[in-house]
């Protein structure tokens, strides 16, 4: 039985799942299996993952059903003890498994680990560091600040404590990796590795650029979350979180120009927690007031 089962999900991902594949049979830790999940895909993906000629690369067929749906498929027919997620585009580093392992074996009360990375673009070159915060608090962490406590694809979970908290939730498209973590930081504390052990890949076209849909999913993982039980010590800072993410809708829709839709959560954000408003200081609101006031106004 391996010890580690890694869950990648592809959909049409036939320019990226062989490098994806490379990285990971560089490893230096071996007794893995690979579940690759093609999605429905429309392209040559699994005839790519299929192409490795590695005995531990296993390439299973479903109905496109998302990819939450696709890690839940691959959990489900795992053998490892671990799981480790790997998205079909981005790398790791050759040791990611092995340090993760081994600092599991040495915190045997940590349920999960999560790495350092870097972001890369589409040709693979690095544009930057990926945020890690650490904290005492490591849900109150991930309430405020979303996925900043390591990203999916540098996760590793024991699968009795995935068992626990339960798999992915197929409701949310964009959100579903924050709805587990926040549900795995309420039962198991987390080994957090600064090494930038993963090379996650940012595109155009990625689920994050939807920002409607990306509003969508945050306040609904948030009261699935504050819904539960185990959200009691966190409901007295429910406004402040809810406020934090409505700033954080509004700047992403700035970004991409839609300026009516900033200043909506704006509004939102303020009415939630007033704290928030010192969050709008930031905001370039020059750029605001040209916008919103029509083409050919002043900036």
Known sequence: MPAVSVVIPAYNA???????????????????????????????????????????????????????????????????????????????????????????????????????????????????????LTSSDVCRTLLLRSMTVGHLSSGMVRKTILDQAGGFDARFSQCADWDLWLRLSVTAPVAVLSDRLLRYRTTAGNMSSNISLLERDTFAVLDSFFGTAAAAPYRPARKQVYGAHWMVCAGSYLHRGQTREALRCVLRGVIAYPGSLARVLGIPWRRVRGAAAGPGAAA
Request: proline share 5%; glycine share 10%; aromatic share 4%.
């Open 14 to 132: 036939e320019g990226t799942i062989a490098e994806t594949l490379a990285s990971l049979l560089a490893q230096t830790f071996t007794d893995f299996e690979a579940l690759v999940i093609d999605d429905g895909s429309a392209d040559r993906t699994a005839e790519v993952a299929g192409g490795t000629g590695d005995p531990r690369v296993r390439v299973l067929g479903i109905p496109n059903g998302g990819v939450a749906h696709a890690r839940n498929q691959a959990i489900s027919q795992a053998h490892g003890d671990l799981i480790a997620f790997l998205d079909a585009d981005d790398l790791w580093e050759p040791r990611k498994l092995e340090l993760q392992v081994a600092a599991l074996e040495r915190q045997p009360e940590a349920g999960w680990c999560v790495t350092g990375g870097v972001r890369i673009d589409e040709s693979s070159n690095e544009i930057g560091p990926l945020p890690l």
